[in-house]
């Protein structure tokens, strides 16, 4: 599964590359692209659904200025966005802002005015986490089949005791 990194301008690649090394050193793998909310609206859902699809597990976006770019990305998916407020104007209080106000029902997780190392780090453990539940459901599922064969088992073994105390001459006059 790979992190699915969205830059709001080119202008945000050198703060936004913190994201790439974080992912880098936790060996996650990531793609990228440049896709503003305002300038390429159309381009940028037709990416993220094709993320979506493609199995992507979390996302990273950032922008500067009207920072919208996470809150749209997650107004078109359930995967878990991370914003990047990106210092462009009002040292990064507007973006930081525009990112962390979403409305109720369209999450998108905050980090620090241009810390995108964070947002890698926070989307490694995003991944991380799900695939210990991956891990523990599997893990569950072994028990269960376990158990169906163990009463399978002890049903096929208390059949044939019967049919065996069955056969001793002084239970068969019971019958006869
Ligand atoms: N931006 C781009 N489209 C919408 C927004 N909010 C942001 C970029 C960048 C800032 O505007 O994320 O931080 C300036 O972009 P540019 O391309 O003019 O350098």
């Not at 830059?7 to 050198?14: E, F, K, P, T």
């Not at 997650?74 to 979403?102: C, N």
Request: with cysteine; charged share 20%.
């Amino acid at each position: 599964m790979h992190v699915t990194i969205v830059l709001g301008s080119s202008s945000d690649a050198r703060v936004m590359k913190g994201a790439a090394d974080a992912l880098d050193t936790c060996g996650v793998e990531w793609e990228a692209r440049i896709l503003s909310a305002h300038r390429m609206p159309d381009e940028l859902k037709a990416y993220v659904e094709g993320q979506v699809q493609g199995g992507t597990g979390v996302f990273i976006a950032g922008a500067g200025l009207a920072a919208h770019l996470p809150g749209v990305i997650a107004s078109h998916t359930v995967k878990p966005v991370i914003g990047v407020p990106i210092r462009a104007a009002f040292d990064g209080l507007d973006a930081l802002l525009s990112i962390v106000q979403m409305p109720k029902g369209v999450p998108v997780a905050t980090v620090g005015v241009n810390n995108s190392y964070n947002a890698g780090l926070l989307a490694a453990q995003i991944l991380a986490a799900g695939q210990l539940a991956g891990q523990l459901d599997r893990q569950a599922q072994a028990a269960r089949e376990d158990a169906g064969e163990l009463e399978e088992k002890l049903q096929r073994l208390r059949r044939e005791r019967a049919a065996a105390l069955l056969k001793e001459p002084q239970n068969r006059e019971v019958f006869e």
